[in-house]
């Protein structure tokens, strides 16, 4: 199985934003202009963090916002968003977050297969300070593997 395609919409560099909620906000933005998924969604990754706590951050840097599927995911999304200040997310070990990755999964088969083909793209230990310091959507796509057009 592929990841979604990241298409231009659904990158989102340097972003300002004030905390984790408005950082997971931005990436549920970013997957709505893709037409992932209905505005919303957004509010129930915060609700999952809120929740459970932390663990969408996933390695030093990196959050993976998600929630489960439902109503609000219309297909299978991907979007980026690098932060312009990195911003705690509550996590003992991998705060602060520089680089989030919002991700819509309309079944839960896709959501493992997902989640798997996402950490094989980021067990380069450096992967996330270059998307963090990416200069483009092409090259955010390059780094992390994608097709400028197609997913992975």
């Not at 592929?2 to 298409?7: I, Q």
């Not at 408005?22 to 990436?27: G, K």
């Not at 893709?34 to 999952?48: F, K, N, P, W």
Request: no cysteine; proline share 6%; hydrophobic share 50%.
């Amino acid at each position: 199985m592929t990841l979604p395609p990241l298409l231009d919409d659904a990158i989102v560099l340097r972003a300002h934003v004030d905390d984790w909620r408005a950082a997971v906000r931005e990436a549920g933005r970013a997957l709505v202009r893709s037409g992932s998924t209905r505005s919303e969604y957004a509010d129930r990754m915060i609700a999952v963090i809120e929740e459970f706590g932390a663990y969408v951050v996933i390695a030093p840097g990196l959050a993976l916002a998600h929630a489960r599927p439902g109503p609000d995911v219309l297909h299978e999304g991907l979007s980026v968003v690098t932060l312009d200040e990195p911003v705690p997310f509550g996590h003992p070990h991998n705060d602060p977050v520089h680089v989030v990755v919002g991700l819509a999964v309309s079944n839960a088969e896709e959501h493992v297969a997902s989640v798997a083909r996402l950490a094989n793209a980021f067990n380069d230990s450096g992967i996330v300070g270059r998307i963090a310091n990416a200069e483009s959507a092409d090259e955010v796509r390059a780094l992390l593997g994608f097709d400028r057009a197609a997913g992975a």
